[in-house]
């Protein structure tokens, strides 16, 4: 039985936060969370990403919740209004609302090991207020795309006098006809809505690059009726789908390619940029550094548009931004009413202040280790009952919103004791940790991750923090269940009995069974002779 003294504080409310929250009412059926929102509504990066074209780069049936799929999806890659409402929709299914404090964010999360229980403050956004509260459990969802990067880098970035915002932020009310329009980027965001915004033969527009990315072909194919017919009403279709789906992003991390079937697989990329896109930008568009090394970008439009008269790719670099304009490298001075900075976000920082066991932070132990560094991804040493989804080295070119239902089933076994009162706290250790993250960097340095400069590594160049460098079908293996000799647990004297109980059971299960197998193949062996 659930102790409902204990409290869960969920940060986020984006699908992993939400998967979690449902994951508790479900599967412990746990009811006393709270989850923290800086926003208005639900949805996460569905919810701040409303850019034109905004778009999954992964197949919608797999970026899905597994206790909730969805029949009725109109193409293989969900737009954001689309996978916005059906996170919405399962918020109301759930009764999440209740749980839900938005326009409120999280300061700090500070553990008392006297209690042990965290003291949380909070802000609220609009009035400032601050507000404090306990919890004996933290999940922070806030993942890797919580904090927008403006290139402040670039001289001038504050001085432009014209509209300008990141793509995370695309104000609602913009309008952009007959605009001369800047943009700064050219990753996933970028080539999704370069095309829209292009669309108007009015708007002009210019999209700088500083890196070129390799691109490869996923369009957008629409779900015919029968088709979802066949999703709704025949048993195991859509989760059959949903599988051939991870099998085929899967299995190139599965089944290690050779040197020359990497080589075959550069030299049909660099085909296909170049059969796509116009000859002009040719000798700029082929990146120098191998597939993999960056996220491959998904072209659902980007090469095709690249002939329209009101496009145009820079390739000059910036040297500093101007109020009216842009001025490159070559000294020509570009005037814009707009610049759309599709930069990325920053990921080796922790967005908050969380301290644990004898003023450890995890900001600090990231520090400590030359960037972010967590146990699978999950926990991080010396704070008691905290867990990071999407946490450093989760990475991967499939779902994420599998890689975190893993880690989601995952942290259910270690706070299902605390919830119920069977343990206090569970922490894990040093070693397990540093033995785990010296395994992944080991495999790394060994990897296409190294090749390139990236935001994926500490000051581009450094530690690699974001990718896991095995299949997912590893990942999904390794966290089936907690390995508890590398926790530390307190006030865990009813957990460690239970235990020993359940293994006691087991061993005279199986002892029985042994009994009856020796029985039975004695007497058979006498009826033969």
């Not at 990141?166 to 009310?173: I, K, L, N, R, V």
Request: glycine fraction near 8%.
């Amino acid at each position: 039985m659930i102790d409902l003294q204990r409290r869960v504080a969920i940060i986020g409310a984006g699908v992993g936060g939400l998967s979690q929250a449902i994951a508790l009412k479900t599967k412990l059926g746990f009811h006393n969370f709270t989850i923290y929102e800086k926003g208005s509504e639900v949805g996460g990066v569905w919810r701040a990403n409303t850019y034109p074209g905004c778009s999954s780069d992964v197949q919608i049936h797999w970026y899905s919740l597994s206790s909730d799929l969805y029949p009725h999806w109109n193409k293989s890659h969900g737009f954001q209004p689309e996978i916005q409402a059906y996170w919405i929709k399962l918020s109301k299914k759930y009764n999440l609302y209740p749980h839900i404090v938005f326009n409120t964010k999280v300061l700090s999360a500070e553990w008392d090991d006297g209690k042990q229980q965290y003291t949380i403050v909070a802000e609220d956004l609009f009035s400032g207020k601050r507000m404090s509260s306990v919890a004996h459990v933290v999940i922070s969802a806030v993942g890797i795309l919580e904090s927008p990067k403006i290139p402040y880098e670039i001289p001038g970035v504050r001085k432009f006098q014209g509209a300008s915002f990141h793509s995370a932020q695309w104000p609602g009310s913009i309008d952009l006809q007959n605009k001369r329009i800047a943009v700064i980027g050219n990753a996933s965001s970028g080539a999704q809505f370069v095309p829209s915004i292009s669309k108007d033969p009015s708007v002009e527009v210019v999209n700088f690059i500083r890196t070129p990315t390799w691109f490869n072909t996923r369009p957008h194919i629409p779900y015919s009726d029968t088709e979802k017919w066949i999703f709704a009403n025949i048993p195991l279709a859509m989760r059959l789908h949903r599988a051939w789906i991870m099998f085929w992003f899967d299995f190139p991390s599965i089944v290690r390619p050779s040197a020359k079937t990497l080589k075959k697989r550069r030299e049909a990329m660099t085909k296909y940029i170049l059969d796509n896109a116009p000859s002009r930008y040719h000798d700029h568009m082929i990146p120098n550094y191998p597939p993999g090394c960056k996220r491959t970008v998904a072209n659902s439009g980007f090469l095709d548009i690249l002939h329209r008269p009101n496009l145009t790719l820079n390739f000059d670099g910036i040297v500093n931004i101007v109020e009216n304009g842009i001025i490159t490298k070559t000294g020509e001075m570009l005037p814009f009413d707009v610049i759309v900075y599709a930069t990325g976000f920053i990921g080796e920082r922790y967005p908050l202040h969380v301290r644990g066991l004898n003023g450890a932070t995890i900001q600090g132990y990231y520090d400590a280790h030359g960037g972010p560094t967590a146990y699978l991804g999950t926990a991080v040493p010396n704070i008691p009952n905290f867990y990071l989804l999407a946490g450093p080295n989760t990475g991967t070119p499939t779902s994420t919103l599998f890689v975190e239902e893993v880690q989601i089933g995952y942290i259910l076994q270690l706070i299902e004791p605390v919830l119920n009162g069977s343990a206090s706290s569970f922490t894990v250790k040093t070693s397990p940790t540093d033995a785990y993250n010296a395994k992944v960097q080991e495999r790394i340095s060994r990897s296409v991750f190294v090749q390139c400069y990236s935001w994926a590594r500490v000051n581009r160049t450094g530690k690699v923090f974001n990718p896991f460098p095995w299949a997912v079908t590893l990942w999904w293996l390794w966290l089936r269940k907690p390995n508890w000799d590398h926790y530390v647990a307190v006030g865990a004297e009813k957990w460690v009995w239970a235990r020993r109980r359940k293994a006691v059971k087991n061993i005279l299960k199986c002892a029985a069974v042994l009994t009856l197998l020796r029985s039975y193949i004695g007497s058979a062996q006498t009826t033969w002779w």
